[in-house]
């Protein structure tokens, strides 16, 4: 997409929870980038609750994630989805002899709107939840092994030689 296209993008964000992990669910629809970045990127790094309408849902649970960008809303394009799902099982059944297929088409589901846009989730998120708070880098450096063994040897030997221990 261009950069006029991806201002017009619309995100909409799937995801299964341990409790349902085959079960797909629309957490948010129609988001624009800075709206995913603040309700979905910021809470997901952190390691904190996505709040959905009423719904909390603690990013700890969640087992799988879609990133969707589509053009247009998430009613629009599933209701699109639809209407082609619809027209091809009547082209197949007008065509087709003896098998006949009974069917209420796509777009009623969550998951379909896979179907109409972009999975851009590897743009977006590529760590664990809660990669972000983890320990700083500093805290981090401190509490290495090798680095508090280094430097508690160099203070012994100031120490000695300061103090002419070695004698």
Not at 43 to 57: A, C, D, F, H, K
Not at 83 to 100: L, P
């Amino acid at each position: 997409m261009s950069e006029s296209e991806e201002q017009l993008a619309y995100y909409q964000v799937l995801v299964s929870v341990e409790q349902a992990p085959n079960e797909m669910r629309q957490v948010f629809a129609d988001l624009a980038e800075s709206d995913l970045k603040q309700k979905l990127l910021r809470p997901y790094r952190q390691g904190t609750s996505l709040i959905s309408g009423n719904e909390i849902v603690p990013v700890s649970q969640i087992r799988k994630i879609h990133v969707v960008r589509t053009a247009r809303t998430d009613e629009v394009e599933r209701a699109e989805l639809h209407t082609k799902s619809v027209r091809e099982i009547d082209q197949f059944n007008r065509d087709s002899d003896s098998v006949v297929l009974i069917s209420a088409g796509s777009g009623y589901d969550p998951q379909d709107i896979l179907e109409a846009g972009e999975d851009v989730t590897a743009k977006y998120i590529s760590g664990h939840p809660g990669a972000d708070s983890g320990p700083s880098a500093l805290v981090r450096l401190i509490s290495n092994p090798w680095l508090v063994t280094v430097a508690g040897g160099l203070v012994v030997a100031y120490l000695i030689w300061k103090f002419g221990w070695n004698k």
